[in-house]
């Protein structure tokens, strides 16, 4: 499975944009790169996913390298709900045992208010 | 729609016993996954299946047993706890055939919070 690096934390103000990087520089053409969160005391949550081109969703934008070895999640103005462990995950997207999802440490994203 | 439910809640094991967790999924997804997250720690995959009977060893094994006899339902055994085994227990479902975001997009559980003393 590749791997991803995050930094382990990060800080940012309320209703500042937050970019949360990624770096993946074993990506395989296949892989899509999936972001999930984890609020505290609770089960991970979908956040965001691409595979080429920036992504847009009303939680989050995912701007990807045009070489694809690293991507950012970025939070256009942050909350104090966001502060989470926020995970980066390659996923090959088609069936069989290749497509489970494999966690990192993640970075875990702190929000002053 | 109750997505994916994990019962019990919380439990507690003496060393030597032992327990079924069940996670339940209503979204009738082929996927379903196992994962344990320890204190300060990401989730690692236990075990997973990619559809009804059939099921597949992850990261870290050792210690489980699983079963997936009905398509909503996937079950995680430990048949003589141990304290290394203390930790929260993730189940997830997803559906890698399909269109949209529903294609890739994984769905888990609350939780299962395990203490073995």
């Known amino acids: 499975d590749a791997k991803t690096t995050q930094p382990n934390s990060m800080e940012s103000n309320e209703e500042e944009p937050v970019h949360l990087p990624c770096n993946h520089s074993t990506i395989s053409g296949t892989d899509y790169i999936h972001w999930y969160r984890q609020l505290p005391s609770q089960g991970p949550e979908y956040v965001i996913h691409g595979l080429t081109s920036n992504v847009n969703n009303r939680m989050a934008s995912l701007a990807i390298a045009e070489d694809r070895k690293s991507s950012t999640l970025i939070l256009h103005r942050a909350t104090l709900r966001d502060a989470a462990v926020y995970y980066c995950i390659l996923r090959y997207p088609y069936g069989g045992a290749t497509n489970k999802l494999i966690f990192g440490t993640g970075t875990l994203l702190a929000v002053q208010p | 729609n109750a997505g994916v439910t994990q019962t019990p809640k919380f439990r507690v094991l003496k060393t030597g016993q032992s327990m079924t967790l069940l996670c339940a999924q209503d979204?009738?997804?082929?996927?379903m996954y196992w994962y344990r997250q320890d204190p300060g720690m990401g989730l690692r995959l236990i075990h997973y299946?990619?559809?009804?009977?059939?099921?597949a060893k992850g990261e870290v094994p050792d210690g489980y047993n699983v079963s997936r006899l009905k398509k909503q339902n996937f079950l995680l055994g430990l048949e003589s706890a141990a304290p290394s085994q203390t930790s929260v227990y993730f189940c997830?479902?997803?559906?890698?055939?399909?269109?949209?975001?529903?294609?890739?997009?994984?769905?888990f559980g609350q939780g299962t919070r395990l203490t073995v003393v």
């Open positions: 997830a479902s997803s559906d890698p055939t399909g269109g949209g975001r529903m294609n890739t997009e994984a769905f």
């Open positions: 979204m009738n997804h082929e996927y």
């Open positions: 299946s990619v559809g009804e009977g059939t099921t």
